[in-house]
């Protein structure tokens, strides 16, 4: 407690909305509070410098990086991880067509694109490929080459489009 980084401060988040008390380093980001602290490895970690999107969440329903973002920033905030947005069926179609289409490889880069995928979806309904493209262009992924990815976003979009007439 010497006022420095060091320095320790309680937080309340809610977490997939489950409420979690604790106290963290006021240098503790985000990424390593999901992954150590509360076991949710669904979050990944690849630079942590904020440029390769693999430790993407939403934080109050906008997407952040976990690796930026601090633990006592979140403090009241209402987080959601790829557990959470998975588990709740949001994006199960999504998954299915990224599984389909296949969107991802080695799966590394999955959870932050799945999240960075789905804001865009939730405002717009039929975005062009190049709209996709440039949505994840903060998403890095190493196997794909990108194309099945932005495959597997149209098509799902396509199917909720039909699903919806
Ligand atoms: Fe956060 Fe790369 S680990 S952006
Ligand atoms: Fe391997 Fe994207 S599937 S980094």
Do not use: W
Not at 19 to 46: N, P
């Amino acid at each position: 407690m010497n006022g420095d980084l060091e320095t320790v401060f309680d937080v309340t988040l809610t977490v997939n909305g489950v409420e979690h008390s604790e106290s963290v380093e006021a240098r503790r980001h985000l990424a390593d509070f999901l992954r150590e602290d509360l076991g949710l490895t669904g979050t990944h970690i690849g630079c942590e410098h904020g440029v390769c999107g693999a430790c993407t969440v939403r934080m109050e329903g906008e997407i952040v990086r976990a690796c930026l973002t601090l633990t006592v920033q979140c403090d009241g905030k209402r987080i959601e991880t790829i557990e959470g947005l998975s588990d709740s069926g949001e994006i199960a179609d999504l998954q299915e067509a990224f599984r389909t289409r296949n969107a991802l490889q080695c799966g590394y880069c999955t959870p932050g694109m799945l999240i960075a995928a789905s804001a865009l979806m939730a405002v717009e309904p039929m975005p062009s490929r190049e709209e996709i493209r440039d949505h994840i262009s903060g998403n890095y992924c190493r196997c794909t080459g990108y194309q099945a990815i932005v495959d597997a976003v149209e098509t799902t979009l396509r199917a909720r489009a039909e699903a919806a007439r």
